[in-house]
């Protein structure tokens, strides 16, 4: 429960309901600008903790807009140079200098953002015309080029924006003051008509007290403010005049932190607070430390303050691992203790005994698992929905279809919200996309299969891949999820790659066509269908689009409309990015602490 505050500016005369808004006109929820602040952005693992942030959105099939700050320190070096060249003058060259602080983050973010398969813009101020009047140091945002911004948001799941810095009406660069990439965002944000703004910072919300000062339970966040107090009170941590626009444009404004549950919403209505409810960490064992797994253990390293990694299983102890892991993590003991003492098994080893008997066990138990492990998940998956019945316990799987590309995802949010689906088809195996990529050039099949091994692509046996065995597992996976099918790989008719020469594809490829393994699951009345076919389909067309190991999946629904999905299939950072993902909501469900009535 929260607790009213009171003090709230809205009109008691019309309505007492907490942000009722009666000529407020309806926002796209479907956009959000994410705003990453400076102290999120310390060191170079921080662009990956951004990444986290964006795909969380990403994968409920948000566009985002990420407006981006100087690293820290950053902007206040930048400051430090300018004021030595100019003897601490007023300069109309000083924006040109403090602007490299956040078209350095734009990059890095953009960069990130691609290695884990999501497909983003970067742009530059001048690039959408955004544009300022006033002080050189200290301007406010006038317009920009919103038409461009969309047309970009369109082609792409995410923009990267600088922050900070606009053009005046003579072209020469302008920054927005002190905390500017705060007033980009809100601006932007106003100009997009996006559903909120959050502002992302190092602390789960605006609290109040200054929680360094008052830790433990002196101080608290607000689970909402209005404008007034955000005025009062949010001053210290969202710009003033970036808040004063927000609230002259009743822009929904949230405040909170990277992978915690709770943020600070700042809109009209009702105030109230919350208990501190900074999560504990989640203690992970890891069962496996390949391609997935080691950039699993990589990417929960960075986050040290949610993760904490207790048990690392693998088949051999002794071998070279990219990720530096302390010694005493390892083990190659399938019955080491940690494994019954941790919150969530993450299994990334594979197979189907082995790996089966660890995740039934820790499921019973009560332990929350995530897999990557698709050929499980699709034989088993009676056995493990009776496992998480019987311990109360969550079976997350992202990663098992589609790597990083969120089918998964889209698909339940469709079912939630009630639509019927029909059809799914797409390109399911990055492996066997990227071998006849790989053939299309001339290289043999045998050759292609070892760089797609060497690339991390493959499975184990990648005669999984080649003969479609992968392949159907994935599409067995979503036509459970989508029409409730108990229908087993096996049962799916199958092609496969061992008869594809590259002559063949030479001959298509001068017919503009390609040579696809495509991958569908049907209802037709009672009767469900499951394939993996090898087609010819036009270059142009949507299931051509995915080159080298990318995904893509089209979702038919019963009233003839489709939705598509598009992203990396395989490979070590999509992959473990989307294992990530399933841990981060698993952590932000463990934090739904009840929030006590203060
Ligand atoms: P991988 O590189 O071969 O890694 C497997 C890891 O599991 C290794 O660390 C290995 O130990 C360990 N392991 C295997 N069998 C074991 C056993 N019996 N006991 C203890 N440890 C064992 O495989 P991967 O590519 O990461 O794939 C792992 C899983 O993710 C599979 O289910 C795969 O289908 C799925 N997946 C992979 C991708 C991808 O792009 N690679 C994408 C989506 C899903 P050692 O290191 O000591 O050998
Ligand atoms: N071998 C699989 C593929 C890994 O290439 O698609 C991703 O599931």
Redesign the pocket.
């Known amino acids: 429960m929260e607790l009213n505050l009171g003090e709230s500016d809205a009109d008691p005369q019309k309505d007492s309901r907490p942000g009722y808004r009666p000529d407020v006109r309806k926002r796209d929820a479907r956009l959000v600008v994410l705003k990453f602040g400076s102290s999120l952005l310390k060191t170079d693992a921080c662009p990956h903790k951004a990444v986290h942030e964006v795909y969380r959105h990403v994968r409920q099939g948000r566009k985002v807009l990420a407006v981006v700050s100087a690293r820290q320190g950053e902007t206040d070096a930048l400051y430090a140079e300018a004021g030595a060249l100019s003897d601490g003058q007023k300069s109309r060259h000083l924006p040109r200098l403090l602007r490299l602080g956040e078209l350095r983050s734009a990059a890095s973010l953009a960069l990130a953002l691609e290695r884990v398969g999501v497909s983003a813009a970067a742009v530059d101020p001048h690039e959408i015309d955004f544009r300022a009047e006033g002080d050189e140091d200290d301007a406010r945002p006038v317009s920009c080029d919103a038409a461009r911004l969309r047309a970009k948001l369109e082609r792409n799941d995410v923009v990267v924006a600088a922050g900070f810095v606009a053009l005046d009406a003579e072209d020469e660069l302008v920054l927005l003051g002190r905390g500017g990439t705060d007033y980009s965002a809100v601006f932007l944000g106003e100009a997009l008509n996006a559903g909120k703004v959050r502002l992302i910072k190092d602390v789960d919300g605006v609290y109040d007290g200054d929680p360094a000062e008052k830790p433990g339970k002196d101080s608290r966040p607000y689970a909402r403010l209005d404008w007034k107090g955000a005025e009062r009170i949010g001053g210290r941590v969202v710009q003033g005049k970036a808040l004063a626009y927000a609230a002259e444009k009743d822009v929904p404004l949230e405040v909170g932190g990277p992978g915690l549950r709770y943020e600070t919403q700042i809109a009209a209505g009702a105030r109230s607070v919350v208990q501190s409810c900074q999560p504990r960490k989640l203690k992970v064992a890891l ?7 080691g950039g699993v253990y990589a990417s929960l390293k960075r986050q040290s303050e949610l993760f904490e990694v207790s048990k690392v ?4 102890v002794s ?1 070279e691992r990219i990720c530096d892991i302390p010694e005493d993590l390892l083990t ?1 003991d ?1 019955s080491d203790p940690a494994f019954a003492s941790a919150d969530v098994l993450v299994e ?4 189907l005994d ?1 790996a089966g008997s660890l995740i039934e066990t820790a499921l019973v138990r009560g332990q929350d698992v995530v897999t ?4 499980l998940v699709a034989r088993r998956a009676e056995t493990l929905d009776a496992a998480c019945k019987a311990g109360g316990s969550n079976l997350k799987y992202s ?2 279809v589609g ?1 990083g590309t969120p089918v998964i995802e889209r698909l339940d949010a469709a079912l939630e919200a009630g639509r019927i689906v029909t059809a799914i088809e797409g390109v399911a195996n ?1 492996t066997c996309n990227f071998i006849l990529d790989e053939m299309e050039t001339g290289v043999s099949l045998e050759d292609a299969i070892a760089a797609a091994q060497e690339a ?2 493959a ?2 046996d990648p005669s999984a891949d080649i003969d479609g065995w992968d392949a159907a597992a994935k599409m067995a996976i979503l036509a459970r999820r989508a029409f409730g099918a108990d229908i087993s790989p096996e049962a799916a008719s199958r092609d496969s790659l061992r008869s594809v020469t590259v002559d063949h594809l030479r001959f298509l490829k001068a017919r503009k066509l390609r040579l696809r393994q495509v991958g569908r699951c049907a209802i037709e009345g009672s009767r469900f269908s499951l394939s993996v076919s090898l087609s010819p389909v036009s270059v142009d067309s949507f299931l051509a689009r995915p080159r080298g190991a990318e995904n893509c999946f089209r979702i038919v629904f019963a009233d003839g409309s489709e939705e598509n999905v598009f992203g990396l299939g ?3 950072w999509p ?1 473990a990015e989307a294992v990530v993902a399933d841990l981060l909501d698993l952590h932000r469900l463990r934090a739904q602490n009840p929030v006590k009535e203060v």
């Open positions: 069962a496996g430390c390949g391609v997935v797994g299983l693998v088949r051999d071998r190659d399938h990334t080893m594979g197979g082995e990557a492990n698709k050929a990663a098992a790597g990055g991390g692509y499975e184990a395989a490979g070590r992959t």
